[in-house]
């Protein structure tokens, strides 16, 4: 059960929300309902989450999609985890590569969730994978992926915010 229960949908601050999406009505969700609670944080923090969702990001959808699940499942954020695996479909990320996140497969960017979360730093063989990869500004935006969406879960975890009404599990009770 939420420890802060979701504002009703016809009771968001609108305008608060909206530098999430421009233009655009937010559907409800539990996690908004959330920010709803808090229009000044929300305003703030679903504009830098814009970033690190859009199109500006130097990340690509599916290097970024890649990183929130591995956070998700490493914090074992099901709310995170059920939403990113629908986005990472999206983005073109296979079923295989889902179950490679859920196992903690070595790719260069689940290392550097791993040594991320638990190190706060890279290594200089998984910095240097990604370097390979990724120019300065993609890393940049993948330590701030990857540490906003620790926060994000962090957030979640603790204010018990349930899955929206229809949002699939996706087999999050597999254990690593």
């Given at each position: 059960?939420?420890?802060?229960?979701?504002?009703?949908?016809?009771?968001?601050?609108?305008?608060?929300?909206?530098?999430l999406a421009p233009g655009r009505k937010l559907p409800?969700?539990?996690?908004?309902?959330?920010?709803?609670?808090?229009?000044?944080?929300?305003?703030?923090?679903?504009?830098?989450?814009?970033?690190?969702?859009?199109?500006?990001?130097?990340?690509?959808?599916?290097?970024?999609?890649?990183?929130?699940?591995?956070?998700?499942?490493?914090?074992?954020?099901?709310?995170?985890?059920?939403?990113?695996?629908?986005?990472?479909?999206?983005?073109?990320?296979?079923?295989?590569?889902?179950?490679?996140i859920r196992v903690g497969k070595p790719t260069p960017i689940t290392r550097a969730?791993?040594?991320?979360?638990?190190?706060?730093?890279?290594?200089?063989?998984?910095?240097?994978?990604?370097?390979?990869?990724?120019?300065?500004?993609?890393?940049?935006?993948?330590?701030?992926?990857?540490?906003?969406?620790?926060?994000?879960?962090?957030?979640?975890?603790?204010?018990?915010?349930?899955?929206?009404?229809?949002?699939?599990?996706?087999?999050?009770?597999?254990?690593?």
């Open positions: 059960m939420n420890r802060i229960p979701p504002l009703p949908y016809e009771e968001w601050d609108t305008e608060a929300l909206a530098s409800p969700s539990n996690v908004l309902g959330l920010f709803a609670q808090h229009p000044e944080l929300a305003t703030a923090f679903l504009g830098y989450s814009r970033y690190l969702l859009s199109r500006r990001s130097t990340l690509s959808p599916r290097s970024r999609e890649l990183a929130i699940l591995r956070v998700a499942w490493r914090r074992r954020c099901q709310y995170e985890w059920s939403q990113h695996v629908l986005i990472a479909r999206k983005a073109g990320v296979t079923d295989e590569e889902i179950d490679a969730v791993d040594e991320l979360e638990t190190d706060s730093g890279l290594s200089d063989d998984t910095y240097q994978a990604l370097a390979a990869e990724l120019n300065d500004r993609q890393l940049m935006d993948l330590v701030f992926t990857i540490g906003t969406y620790g926060l994000l879960a962090m957030v979640l975890n603790t204010f018990e915010v349930e899955l929206d009404p229809g949002l699939p599990v996706e087999n999050f009770t597999t254990t690593e």
